[in-house]
């Protein structure tokens, strides 16, 4: 069956560390591959796409990797600040021809301690 | 640019009722999108709409459910009857069609008792 998966155990990380964050999927073959950082009661806001031709991309302090052999996109966080706590949404567009339906990871709840 | 704006923000209403959901997409955009959140099963997409076009309802849980998009600046969803489960945080969301990234509302947490 095909199945995106994140970390359901929340990651506690210390300030100023790096946070790393996974996700996970199966049986896709995505286009792209898309973060987004969610607040309570807020709706999901974009942080970064990867296409499936790109290894990598950064902007500022994140950073998103994409293995389509492993089947498998980091997100890295550096110098991680107690304001990047939230939960962080993983998307993958399944196939190029059908990009629009987005499948969405349940989340990964960061919180980063002061 | 306000962002998408969707209303209301809570809902609180007995099984039976009839629930009706709005939506203003971003300006500009012409693809719009209608999503339900719940712990359990996260973002489920329930339907989109290209120039006001639905293009898949497929993930339109039952014929309660129906939603529309009279014009480019405006978008309803419809359930009707609605019954506990539900419940649920409803996001509306827009884009255009040479990005990916979707701009999402702040929700709309419906509660049906």
């Known amino acids: 069956s095909q199945k995106i998966e994140q970390n359901s155990e929340a990651l506690n990380i210390q300030e100023g560390k790096t946070a790393t964050l996974t996700c996970n999927y199966t049986n896709y073959s995505p286009a792209y591959l898309q973060w987004y950082r969610q607040d309570p009661g807020r709706g999901p806001v974009f942080l970064l796409l990867i296409r499936e031709n790109e290894k990598e991309k950064r902007k500022e302090r994140l950073k998103v990797t994409f293995d389509t052999t492993l089947k498998q996109s980091l997100f890295h966080i550096t110098a991680s600040q107690p304001a990047d706590s939230a939960t962080y949404l993983c998307?993958?567009?399944?196939?190029?021809?059908?990009?629009?339906?987005?499948?969405w990871g349940l989340g990964t709840s960061l919180a980063v301690n002061p | 640019d306000a962002g998408v704006i969707q209303s209301p923000r809570h809902e609180v209403t007995e099984m039976g009722q009839e629930v009706t959901l709005r939506c203003k997409p971003i300006s500009g955009h012409d693809y719009l999108f209608w999503y339900r959140q719940t712990m359990m099963r996260g973002l489920e997409l329930l339907i989109y709409f290209n120039n006001n076009v639905p293009i898949d309802d497929s993930g339109m849980p039952e014929d309660r459910f129906s939603a529309k998009m009279p014009n480019a600046s405006f978008s309803t969803l419809k359930i009707q009857p609605s019954e506990p489960r539900d419940s649920a945080v409803y996001f509306c969301?827009?884009?255009?069609?040479?990005?990916?990234?979707?701009?999402f509302g702040e929700g709309s947490r419906l509660t049906v008792l």
């Open positions: 969301a827009s884009t255009h069609a040479n990005t990916g990234e979707l701009f």
């Open positions: 998307a993958l567009s399944p196939s190029a021809g059908n990009n629009r339906k987005l499948i």
